[in-house]
């Protein structure tokens, strides 16, 4: 079985950065694409952004784009966050995905996720 584990949450004031990591453990697998979504208290999931393996290409959320950075490597897949805003708070949930087919386009409507971890919360004061 497949475990994501999502570590780097914590508090920051807003203009500041985090940077979230999420390493896989268990029986060895080769996610085609991972990305990352938050939900916000009260809200629902919302997808932030996603990368996938072959090629490394990124898509992200319009909220997101040019504050937040994708990246990975072998160890594991990175969420490097700056300029934050308080409207950033949220629990942080790593998915995966390993089904070819799912691009980060198709994970942007939080569609053919396999494996998801259990989230890391990043709290962004004013």
């Known amino acids: 079985q497949v475990q994501l584990v999502e570590s780097g949450g914590g508090v920051v004031q807003a203009g500041g950065s985090l940077k979230l990591s999420c390493a896989a453990s268990g029986r060895t697998f080769r996610a085609y694409t991972r990305g990352w979504v938050r939900q916000a208290p009260g809200k629902e999931r919302e997808f932030v952004g996603a990368?996938?393996?072959?090629?490394?290409s990124t898509y992200y959320a319009d909220s997101v784009k040019g504050r937040f950075t994708i990246s990975r490597d072998n160890a594991a897949m990175y969420l490097q966050m700056n300029s934050l805003k308080p409207e950033d708070t949220a629990v942080y949930y790593c998915?995966?995905?390993?089904?070819?087919?799912?691009?980060?386009?198709?994970?942007?409507?939080?569609?053919?996720?396999?494996?998801w971890g259990k989230g890391t919360l990043v709290t962004v004061s004013a």
């Open positions: 990368i996938r393996r072959s090629g490394g």
């Open positions: 998915a995966a995905s390993n089904s070819v087919w799912t691009t980060p386009q198709t994970m942007a409507k939080l569609n053919g996720v396999d494996y």
